[in-house]
């Protein structure tokens, strides 16, 4: 038995694993750490020239390590900054396409609109003579009102088409009966019959209907690629958690401190770290998605014959029909006003009617500028990018992770897992907050979600409501909705009316690092502890003494 005891502890003593990677009790020289850390702008002062123990630490492996606790502490908030830079990066990437498709969809509209306005200034002149130069400024209101809504003021649309369909009926009556004394309060009578004369036909009724689903269409289309945008932004400037610091310290700058500085990380292990520290903006995805196929839905109502271009370049032609109608029917449509409001005294010259301006023929507007074409390429380029910009939120894990994971044959067994070079065993974890609960290498509380993150949530669910709503041409206040989406009021982000909202709150607080629970380096597999060899040690001990 002595021998058998004597054996065991030989063993032992030969197997136990010493502390750094070469197994030799001659301590490595740090002078590569020290070069690393001066070139990431810290000073060497307390650097370590040669390896020491390395039980200070509290979020490396305590082995023997080149680096002491300010240094872990510095490393680790350098992590932090790196990665929430990286986050900004690729978040400015995606607000860049968002606004880029902004600025080209309300450009093209806005060219649309003033196309419209110009054919119609130079159309109505030669066919309506006086009868335009004389009242255009009704027909400006109109455009002025119709790029108001569009640019997201407080008006409605609805009410701006009737008011300038009885403001054209008093005109037209008016130039239509000189040779009467008409005044104002006889105008308005003549404005209130318009509904039940219907002076100018369906043109009205067709291009209300036309005119309110186009424009609540286009203006809830720039306004979700304003809130798609801000989104980004302020998801972006969420600071990472504690948890987070730790995890992206120990996958990014604990190998340095180890002595392996060449070592990448496993791709599960950085997997599992980026799903951690991104797991509540991975809750994004589901009203992401929504926001986005919403919104290509929309787009989808901009091409064809009852498309924007067509709808926008059309109003003159539909004006002056309009027109036309009445004139062609002046004389019943006077009798029945007349019957209506009553007779009106002639003023007794030898005006005796509607002159031939008034009965031309109709306007036709070219699209000389070739808009209709470069708007439907427009939306097609933005139907694409709408595709694909879906899976953002859950993609970024895998995104930050693709240039600094292990590669090549064998890196499986030769990454750094967190402890060592060696296998990541755990599996992956699925996408979201309520996906971490058992996360290995970041400790979250899924009780307790990122609150701006959730009131982003919430503002894509409610510009998807109001997308679906001018799908079916119902229109959309945004002017009155600054407390549930903010920075839609405006539509275009003018004067910065697109940042207003609840306030991120900056942590400038240095992170507290508290050494991770046991259970966590249980499941990491740290192949450096020596638990095994003590017992083997205390199993002979206690055998001599059972022996006496």
């Known amino acids: 038995m002595d021998s058998f005891i004597i054996a065991a502890l030989a063993v032992c003593s030969l197997t136990a694993p010493a502390y750094g990677d070469k197994g030799t009790s001659k301590a490595r020289s740090c002078s590569d750490i020290r070069q690393f850390y001066s070139g990431k702008g810290f000073a060497l002062e307390g650097v370590p020239q040669s390896e020491i123990s390395g039980e200070h630490l509290r979020i490396c492996p305590q082995g023997y390590t080149c680096c002491t606790s300010d240094m872990e502490d510095n490393l680790a908030l350098l992590s932090r900054r790196e990665m929430e830079g990286l986050l900004k990066d690729v978040g400015r990437s995606l607000q860049a396409s968002l606004t880029g498709q902004y600025k080209a969809f309300d450009g093209s509209f806005l060219e649309l609109l003033n196309r419209s306005m110009i054919s119609l200034q130079e159309t109505f002149t030669p066919t309506w003579g006086s009868i335009y130069s004389q009242n255009s400024q009704v027909f ?77 269409a286009a203006r809830s289309f720039v306004q979700g690629l304003v809130v798609s945008g801000e989104v980004v932004r302020k998801v972006s400037q969420v600071q990472l958690s504690t948890e987070c610091t730790r995890a992206m310290m120990r996958m990014t700058y604990c190998p340095h401190c180890r002595g392996m500085a060449s070592a990448r990380p496993c791709a599960n292990y950085c997997s599992n770290v980026m799903k951690g520290c991104l797991a509540n903006q991975a809750d994004l ?235 966590n380096e249980g499941v990491k597999g740290n192949g450096k502890k020596n638990l095994p060899c003590i017992t083997i040690y205390l199993l002979p001990l206690l055998i001599l003494l059972l022996r006496r």
């Open 140 to 216: 400006s209101d109109l455009y002025t009102d119709l790029r108001h809504y569009y640019r997201g003021s407080n008006v409605n649309l609805e009410e701006v088409l009737n008011e300038f369909w009885a403001k054209l009926l008093e005109k037209l009556f008016y130039q239509a009966n000189k040779q009467y004394v008409i005044g104002e309060d006889y105008l308005e009578c003549v404005s209130k019959q318009i509904e039940t004369l219907r002076p100018f036909g369906d043109t009205p009724r067709v291009m209300k209907m036309m005119v309110t689903r186009t424009f609540v």
């Open 285 to 519: 995805n589901t009203e992401w998605r929504h926001l986005a196929e919403t919104m290509m839905q929309v787009a989808g109502r901009f091409n064809g014959p009852s498309g924007v271009d067509t709808v926008v370049l059309t109003i003159p032609n539909r004006i002056s029909e309009a027109m036309s109608t009445m004139m062609e029917n002046i004389e019943p449509i006077n009798s029945k006003l007349f019957q209506a409001c009553g007779n009106i005294r002639e003023i007794g010259t030898s005006s005796s009617g509607p002159d031939d301006t008034m009965k031309r023929g109709k306007v036709t507007v070219e699209d000389k500028l070739g808009t209709s074409s470069k708007m439907d390429k427009l939306v097609s380029d933005v139907t694409v990018r709408l595709r694909d910009m879906q899976p953002y939120w859950v993609s970024l894990p895998n995104v930050l992770c693709s240039d600094r994971v292990a590669t090549g044959t064998g890196a499986e067994d030769k990454c750094w897992n967190g402890m060592n070079r060696a296998r990541y065993l755990p599996e992956v974890m699925g996408d979201g907050l309520a996906s971490q609960i058992n996360n290995p290498e970041v400790e979250i509380d899924i009780t307790k979600p990122d609150m701006t993150i959730r009131q982003q949530i919430m503002q894509l669910k409610i510009m998807t409501h109001r997308l679906k709503n001018a799908l079916n041409g119902q229109d959309v206040d945004f002017q009155d909705t600054s407390d549930d989406v903010s920075g839609s009021g405006s539509g275009m982000c003018a004067d910065n009316t697109c940042s207003r909202g609840p306030r991120l709150v900056t942590i400038t607080d240095r992170p507290k690092f508290i050494q991770p629970p046991p259970v």
